[in-house]
């Protein structure tokens, strides 16, 4: 079977088609020409993907801590297509890392919602929005490192796992995808029993990565992630992003545009008023 590559936008015109494009697969049996010159239409079967997508939308949301009077947030709206890299920058206290804690669902917006919408190939939501469950998101925070707890790698992956009765088929199932993680991000080379402590500044943030990808989240939300790295292991970092990005969606904040630029679908700045703008990465 042969495959075609071509722009959604010819297929579909789609207003995600800057992201995907779609496949056509034909059959190999030779088309028959007509003595007019036409294609036969019974030997020419094409089908088409369907390209139904999902969004990670954030509508409306705003944030004011219990007990202030300001709102470090004011009206966030955004939209994240699935299997995509977003990255949102803008100056220190300006509130990202704020947001990022309410899409992971570790805070409560003030108001506003945050939803998974499930769209048509021609852009259509073709179901009711869906609540982001908490479960379905990673965060990886600025520094994981520093909270890290255990006495070797395998403990600290598993620090958290459940361990009342009734876990066993669930832990069982997490130890199988223990492997899976430790190998999407190169750490299957490295013994189990070693101290995390004792990991470069790089394999602790692929330790820190395989935590998170233990639990299969859908979006994966990384707080500066190559803070505090040296040249070579912030590169390992970027090439494992670029990785991650063919299997789960990524939400970055960072002040590193140059080194993520070649990975970013979509990008915005924070103001410091806590509101957020769509923008191309000045870079
Ligand atoms: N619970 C809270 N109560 C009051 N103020 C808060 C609370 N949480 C955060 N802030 C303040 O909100 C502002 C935004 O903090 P946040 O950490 O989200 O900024 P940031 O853009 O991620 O900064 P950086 O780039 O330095 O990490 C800061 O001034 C912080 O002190």
């Not at 007509?34 to 294609?39: A, E, M, R, V």
């Not at 995390?196 to 979006?219: D, H, T």
Request: aromatic share 8%; with cysteine.
């Amino acid at each position: 079977m042969t495959s075609v590559q071509i722009p959604s936008s010819t297929l579909f015109g789609s207003k995600s088609s800057i992201y995907r494009s779609s496949t056509i697969f034909r059959s190999p049996s030779p088309f028959r020409i007509g003595s007019d010159g036409s294609l036969n239409s019974k030997t020419f079967r094409v089908c088409r993907i369907s390209c139904d997508y999902s969004c990670f939308e954030i509508k409306d949301v705003s944030y004011r801590p219990p007990g202030t009077e300001i709102n470090l947030l004011n009206g966030i709206s955004f939209s994240l297509q699935e299997k995509s890299f977003g990255l949102i920058f803008g100056r220190s206290g300006s509130g990202k890392t704020t947001l990022l804690q309410l899409i992971a669902g570790l805070s409560k917006p003030t108001s506003g919602s945050i939803y998974i919408q499930r769209y048509t190939d021609d852009g259509y939501p073709n179901q009711s929005p869906e609540f982001l469950h908490p479960r379905r998101v990673g965060i990886v925070f600025q520094f994981p490192e520093r909270y890290f707890v255990a006495d070797n790698v395998l403990d600290e992956i598993i620090f958290g796992w459940p361990r009342q009765r009734g876990g066993l088929q669930l832990r069982e199932l997490l130890a199988s995808r223990l492997q899976k993680a430790m190998t999407s991000v190169g750490l299957n080379g490295i013994s189990l029993d070693k101290d995390p402590q004792s990991l470069s500044g790089g394999y602790k943030r692929r330790l820190a990565l395989a935590i998170q990808l233990v639990q299969m989240p859908e979006l994966l939300i990384l707080d500066e992630p190559l803070a505090g790295l040296d040249w070579k292991a912030r590169a390992d970092v970027v090439k494992l992003l670029k990785d991650l990005k063919n299997k789960l969606t990524l939400l970055v904040v960072s002040h590193d545009l140059k080194e993520l630029a070649p990975l970013v679908d979509q990008s915005w700045r924070m103001e410091m008023d806590g509101v957020l703008k769509s923008e191309c990465l000045p870079v």
